[in-house]
């Protein structure tokens, strides 16, 4: 059983930055960011593998940039240019194979809520 525990939401206005963390209790092979807004299925965001290979979502390509330190087990996501469209509840995933869907996902965390305003 892994436990995972976000922090670094809140509230920016358009165009703002915002940085999240994921700690997690112990090994995982793929971490990554899923976000769901209100009324919408949950999505993939951006992983990352143990190596540090990464996959983004088309919508934050070249805004977000997710990262980790392994030796404290700990994934980071860098969120710049934040517009209205990506607030959303955002939860962080681990899983054994690094692909952006739900399905994939073995352990969640509580989330995170980010709120963008324009």
């Known amino acids: 059983q892994v436990q995972l525990v976000e922090s670094g939401g809140g509230s920016v206005q358009d165009g703002g930055s915002l940085r999240l963390s994921c700690s997690a209790s112990?090994?995982?092979?793929?971490l990554g960011w899923f976000r769901q807004a209100p009324g919408k299925e949950r999505e993939g965001v951006a992983t990352?593998?143990?190596?540090?290979?990464?996959s983004y979502a088309d919508s934050v390509k070249g805004r977000f940039t997710i990262s980790r330190d392994n030796a404290k087990n700990t994934m980071y996501l860098q969120m710049n240019s934040l517009k209205p469209e990506d607030t959303a509840m955002y939860y962080c995933?681990?899983?054994?194979?690094?692909?952006?869907?739900?399905?994939?996902?073995?352990?969640w965390g509580q989330g995170t809520q980010v709120t963008v305003s324009s």
């Open positions: 995933a681990a899983a054994w194979t690094c692909i952006l869907v739900p399905g994939r996902v073995s352990y």
């Open positions: 112990g090994y995982t092979y793929c």
């Open positions: 990352i593998n143990v190596a540090g290979s990464t």
